[in-house]
């Protein structure tokens, strides 16, 4: 059977928001079998459960961001990331603050969180969204054209191509196509920072975002080039980012998926609107399991184990 995974123990990280600039620690705690993945705000003085559903994001302004009445948890994105990527179903993440803690601004330091707890492979099948016909969204028209799309496939890959007008992105590889169950997640896409225009930073400032940004947290260009001292991590980082991206906002639907993912300058809301097209259309899609390992795609029951994504 391809078992649900949980954490073996409890691991702590404490860090600021990228948007809101506050210290935040997050705790992540093992859950039961079916539990998905729960947020809980325990700096409140009555502590606010969030799961996380598609339907639970009600705004993408820039991150990807639950809410429950005017409770919220933002910028989930590369923690949700990380737990595609090691595999894990099952989990409770305690959070002081509304914000997700950026970290270096990538979803490698997540993914060594989880690693670290150890991974418990816990009794009862894994459960995937399985896509059984294209479904797609599109936005703009022309030079504003965006679309996202999910096809059938048995596995999970992502295809995505960005473009923006700026020489540091030009020179670099604009699309990238990964597999999840190539067991090399940690390797080429967890290592991925967000990115901003500098020019761009005091507008988002004024209206409460990027408060906590800079340059050890994300790749930051003026007109020409990136400020970095040390440059790009991937010659695709910025590509590769918005695949970190795109992975951590589609396990917003509450199971791994089974599908082709691609798109073309696709950001959070899109993919947002995507999961919603899809879930609204109950031919599209089913839920499945492997009571057979053997009968599941490639690479998914060896995600997360030791070494095999590093």
């Not at 502590?47 to 005017?70: C, E, F, H, K, Y």
């Not at 599908?259 to 300058?265: I, Q």
Request: hydrophobic share 45%; charged share 20%; glycine share 8%.
């Amino acid at each position: 059977m391809l078992a649900q995974r949980t954490l073996k123990s409890i691991v702590h990280a404490a860090g600021v928001g990228l948007h809101g600039g506050k210290r935040v620690e997050l705790t992540l705690r093992p859950a039961p079998v079916n539990t998905g993945i729960v947020f809980r705000r325990t700096d409140l003085a009555a502590p606010v459960t969030i799961a996380v559903r598609a339907d639970s994001v009600n705004d993408t302004r820039l991150a990807t961001t639950l809410t429950q009445g005017d409770v919220r948890v933002r910028t989930i994105e590369h923690l949700m990331s990380a737990c595609a990527g090691v595999g894990i179903d099952n989990l409770y993440i305690d959070i002081t603050a509304e914000e997700v803690p950026i970290l270096d601004g990538s979803a490698s330091a997540f993914v060594y969180l989880l690693q670290s707890a150890g991974i418990e492979i816990q009794p009862a099948p894994k459960r995937f969204v399985r896509v059984k016909r294209p479904v797609e969204v599109r936005e703009g028209e022309g030079s504003q054209l965006k679309w996202a799309r999910l096809e059938p496939l048995h596995g999970f890959t992502l295809s995505f191509e960005i473009e923006f007008s700026h020489p540091a992105v030009d020179a670099t590889t604009q699309r990238v196509t990964f597999d999840l169950g190539s067991g090399r997640y940690s390797r080429d896409i967890a290592r991925a920072r967000t990115f901003a225009f500098s020019r761009d930073v005091e507008a988002m400032r004024s209206h409460g975002l990027a408060l906590g940004g800079g340059l050890d947290n994300a790749i930051v260009m003026d007109d020409v080039k990136v400020l970095n001292p040390d440059g790009l991590r991937y010659d695709e980082e910025f590509a590769k980012h918005k695949i970190l991206d795109a992975i951590g906002d589609l396990y917003c639907i509450g199971h791994a998926m089974l599908a082709a993912y691609s798109a073309f300058r696709s950001g959070h809301a899109l993919n947002n609107q995507l999961l919603r097209a899809l879930l609204a259309q109950p031919d599209a899609y089913e839920i499945v399991s492997f009571a057979d390992e053997q009968q599941a795609p490639a690479g998914f029951g060896q995600l997360g184990c030791a070494n095999t994504n590093l």
